[in-house]
């Protein structure tokens, strides 16, 4: 095999970072993803409330996580990932508004888990490194995973644009083009080998987060039952 033919590398190793990060946290990701929680609202058997906890459960994270983001902005290693085009507030805000009304922030807190979930969060700020971790783990969640979400909630609450707002990122354009790129930013990070680890470990301890949350929100929401 000559020189044009070989597998890529990275300065992180045999493989691109983006491909280390993934095999790294899978297990981690799985979890999240098929989570008992998860696999009510997948099966159209979480009621309406539940689906409302979980956006004012989001609200609450993502508050967190972009005002860092802002403040990390010209960061060279978070930087990277400051993308006006993704931010969710403002979406979660209309969700909110259409779900709960206006008032809406008299009517939510965050839960426990949330609340440690930010604080962990907000504690990125002299970490760059761990800023992209959540960044990462929350972000390409919402554009891969989420569309089927989205899908979902439309069929079992009879929700269109209003109340979906969260999973609609018309501003990216192709939605595979974007996680492509956003791979290809990961791979040409200027890493450390001890800050790619701790990207690594920050990400897998995102999702046991996020999992948390969602075990909670499971604890307080049970499927309604099925109609045969």
Known sequence: MNATTQAPTSRHGEVPFSERLRAATWGD?????HHGFTRTLMEGVLPLDGYTAMVAQHYFAYVALEDLGRALADDP????FHQPELLRVP???????H???PDFRDRVSPSPATRAYTARIERMADHPEGFVAHHYTRYMGDVSGGQFIRRVAARTYGLTHEGLSFYVF??????????SEYRARLDSLELTPAAADRLVSETRLAYQLNTEVLADLGRRHTPRAQVD
Do not use: I, M, N
């Not at 990701?29 to 993803?33: D, I, Q």
């Not at 979406?91 to 508004?97: F, N």
């Open 29 to 33: 990701h799985e979890a999240a993803e």
């Open 77 to 80: 290693v978070a930087g990277r």
């Open 91 to 97: 979406a979660l805000v209309r969700d909110l508004e």
């Open 99 to 101: 779900l709960l009304g």
């Open 170 to 179: 018309d501003g990216l354009g192709s939605l595979p083009r974007f996680r």
